[in-house]
């Protein structure tokens, strides 16, 4: 990239800037998919993860919903997508996360945030799961 005039190459540095630490803030937990019928409640979730999976069931838990690491028995399926990691502190990293929650291979919830991931407080996966128990827990 070619700039002729010094001014224009310090607005380029700050458009870098901005728009590099726009992706590292963390973004609230939001709903994109709700259910169109009320969802049963008080049942088992298996809980699908790649990446931190004790942390999340940790995490469901303690909100409340019966999550379990094993298939047999479970109601409902809980894919949990934990992007790469956007910025790293002491305690973990900033990354996209989406709950994608399944009956019977149909998609009927999903949240998707960003924010810290790991042993940070407050974290995300907590907020996330406190948001899928007002629609699945006791």
Known sequence: MRIAHPMGLAVAVVLQLV??????????????????TPLKSNLKIFVQATVQ???IVESLRNAGIDAQESLPGADYTLLVKVGRNRRST??????????????EGRYVLVIKG??????CRPNIFDEMSYMLSSYVGS
């Not at 728009?19 to 169109?36: D, E, G, H, I, Y």
């Not at 002491?90 to 009956?103: E, M, R, T």
């Not at 960003?114 to 042993?119: D, H, N, V, W």
């Open 19 to 36: 728009l590099l630490s726009s992706c590292t803030t963390p973004v609230p937990a939001t709903v994109t998919r709700a259910p169109a």
């Open 53 to 55: 999976q004790g942390r």
């Open 90 to 103: 002491q305690c973990g990293g900033i990354s996209n996360v989406a709950y994608l929650l399944s009956d």
């Open 114 to 119: 960003r924010g810290l991931t790991g042993s």
